[in-house]
């Protein structure tokens, strides 16, 4: 798949016939048990009561079924971010609620999952990309109307906040930082919690009323 393809949409939920989704549930939970890499077609046919002739009847390939399970679970965080952000709460208790959604779905992967999907092979690498391009114009969007709303700071560039959370984000596939921490979901902790709280432990200091105008 090129770097230039289009990441497909996710069929509505109806749509998909039960077996097919039987074999993407069987196989979600092994890959975020095992990783991408450790679970062959056969474990997931075993796991889901199927046949490898239904496997592909509905996948030609594992990678395939990889990339259609990622493009759900994708739609399915969007979507809980949409349902976090039309709630009636202060902006502050909504971002607390998708840092914690985030770090929740980290907490049911396995480090062999993370793994694989920070250094998959060239094709579904550039299916990767593709995801996160569209992961990122979403949360631009989100930045914009938390602006316009008064809830972020309207003076700071949403391109920087973008910048500054794919740079932070690319430290989660930093190895040799991931060493100082015990697994993925302590260094992810400590990667949201930087960039909605920063590095001071106090508030920034207000002028003094004599410094004031």
């Known amino acids: 798949m090129s770097a230039g393809a289009v990441v497909p949409e996710a069929r509505p939920r109806e749509a998909v016939p039960r077996k097919k989704r039987d074999l993407m549930r069987s196989a979600s939970w092994l890959f975020r048990k095992h990783g991408l890499k450790r679970v062959s ?3 997931i046919c075993a796991q889901a009561g199927a046949s490898k002739a239904t496997f592909y009847k509905y996948f030609p390939n594992k990678i395939e079924l990889v990339k259609y399970i990622l493009v759900e679970m994708s739609e399915a965080a969007h979507a809980k971010v949409a349902a976090i952000e039309a709630l009636d709460a202060p902006f502050s208790v909504k971002a607390r609620m998708m840092m ?7 907490r049911k992967t396995s480090t062999a999952f993370i793994e694989d999907f920070y250094h998959a092979d060239d094709e579904l690498a550039a299916f990767i990309d593709e995801m996160m391009a569209d992961n990122q114009r979403r949360f631009l969007d989100v930045v914009v109307s938390a602006q316009k709303r008064g809830d972020m700071r309207p003076e700071v560039k949403p391109e920087f906040i973008l910048a500054l959370l794919v740079k932070m984000n690319e430290l989660a596939a ?3 930082l991931r060493a100082h921490y015990p697994d993925y979901v302590a260094l992810t ?9 920063g590095l001071l432990v106090e508030k920034r200091p207000t002028a003094k009323p004599e410094e004031q105008g």
């Open 174 to 176: 930093d190895d040799g």
């Open 189 to 197: 902790q400590e990667i949201v919690d930087f960039f909605f709280l």
């Open 100 to 106: 914690d959604h985030r770090l929740e779905s980290t």
């Open 41 to 43: 077609v056969e474990e």
